[in-house]
């Protein structure tokens, strides 16, 4: 047979395989659905920006200053009040502008004004946090011109130049204050061990799928079955297998590309950023260490479960492969959505991140900032119990005869022979 009817014959072959079309759309419709959440995140991002409640601290009482706030807020359409001191503007106000000492001096000689905004954010979605930085941005640079307007003003002359204002943006988080470097190295150590556990979840599903596939198309399964062992130690089993191989295939990948990114970093700089590291040193403490090998043995164990699930139920070794896809993808799918939602932290979506595994990370970063101990125990207790949860039920198939002829298999006998 000719190579290019050998590849129509495969390629008939996927397409009529009804697991194939059922991925698709459910592939289809499960990022819609993530789309839709994060449009709603947005909306809600961009809901508050509209609503400039802006909070001013002067630290300098003087004519130049009451001017220049009160054109402030002309500008932002009288959102603008004044506070005496940092703590009660963060309570009242959603942004906070803090004019420091030396403020005046340095912008009506010329030289750049040095302030201090402050954006109160209750989760670390990235649309969230990107929209509030850009809003203070936005009102340093009407600060920025405001300046002007206001010398021209007292002085009676025309300044053609704005003058530069340079803000030091922090993010009030939990009664705790980050700068946005801070902020963004945190959710970037964050973001990556999502991405590692997601990742490493995806191989173990996919090494389990391929072991119990190829087993009952090579016949072996009904050899291994009729053993005196318990179906259980079957399941756990190639579960522990197929999670040592995902181990030991993830971190030959990972040390790989250690290497690779060390070769191209290393002439870059030659000064090491001092905040960033010694805050990612903070990050790095025994019990968020703990935590993290812990999510780790359990998402692999979770996702090792789901993979002899699925080929236990599969009847052939193409099926299981194209169910085992779309599962991969739910990994990433729901691990990278935690951070581009705005869902609040509280019981009920500690228990949802839990059941999904990937995104415990996400619920650690914020119970870390906001002393919640309780929403990771809570997170912590639901992937375990989904973890057994599937366990029982792969060994549940594992006692019956779907485990050797398959689901679709098992229909069409049914179905022929009159009992479906």
């Known amino acids: ?97 803090v004019l420091p ?42 600060l920025s011109k405001t300046i002007t307007q206001t010398i021209s003003i007292l002085n009676n002359i025309s300044i053609p130049q704005e003058r530069p204002v340079i803000i030091n943006q922090n993010m009030v988080a939990f009664g705790k204050v980050l700068n946005s470097q801070q902020l963004n190295s945190y959710i970037q ?31 072996a399964f009904e050899m291994l079955l009729s053993q005196p062992i318990p179906r ?11 999670v040592i191989m995902a181990f030991i295939t993830g971190f030959i990948y990972f040390l790989a590309m250690f290497f690779m990114i060390a070769q191209i970093s290393q002439p870059v700089t030659s000064e090491p950023n001092l905040v960033e590291a010694s805050f990612n040193l903070t990050i790095f403490t025994p019990d968020f260490i703990v935590f993290v090998i812990t999510s780790l043995i359990i998402g692999l164990i979770y996702s090792g479960a789901v993979g002899v699930l699925i080929g236990s139920i599969s009847s052939d070794e193409r099926t299981a492969s194209i169910l085992a896809m779309p599962i991969t993808l739910l990994y990433f799918g729901f691990g990278i959505a935690a951070l581009f939602i705005s869902m609040p932290l509280n019981i009920a979506t500690s228990i949802l991140y839990g059941v999904l595994v990937a995104p415990t990370i996400y619920v650690l970063a914020i119970a870390k900032l906001s ?50």
């Open 371 to 420: 002393n919640a101990i309780q929403l990771v125990i809570t997170s912590l207790a639901s992937s375990i119990i989904t973890c057994i949860v599937i366990i029982a039920i792969t060994t549940r198939i594992f006692n019956s005869d779907i485990v050797i002829t398959g689901i679709r298999l098992s229909l069409i006998q049914r179905k022929r022979a009159g009992t479906y």
């Open 232 to 242: 259980r130690d079957i399941v756990i089993a190639k579960i522990i297998s197929s």
């Open 101 to 142: 000492r030396g403020f005046t001096d340095n912008a009506t000689v010329g030289r750049p004004a040095m302030i201090w905004g402050y954006a109160k954010i209750n989760d670390f979605s990235q649309i969230s946090i990107q929209t509030k930085t850009g809003v203070l941005q936005t009102i340093a640079s009407i």
């Open 189 to 219: 150590v964050v973001t990556a061990l999502i991405f590692i556990l997601s990742f490493m979840m995806g191989l173990t599903t996919s090494s389990a799928t391929s072991i119990t596939a190829i087993e009952k198309v090579e016949k």
């Open 1 to 97: 047979m000719p190579l290019g009817q050998l590849i129509i014959r495969e390629v008939k072959a996927m397409i009529r395989n009804p697991a194939f079309i059922v991925s698709l759309i459910f592939i289809f419709f499960f990022y819609g659905f993530i789309g839709g959440i994060t449009r709603a995140g947005i909306s809600q991002a961009v809901q508050e920006t509209m609503r400039l409640d802006v909070g001013v601290v002067a630290e300098e009482n003087n004519q130049f200053v009451k001017l220049l706030i009160n054109r402030l807020n002309t500008s932002l359409g009288g959102g603008v009040k004044v506070y005496p001191s940092i703590d009660l503007a963060l309570n009242k106000s959603l942004y906070v502008i």
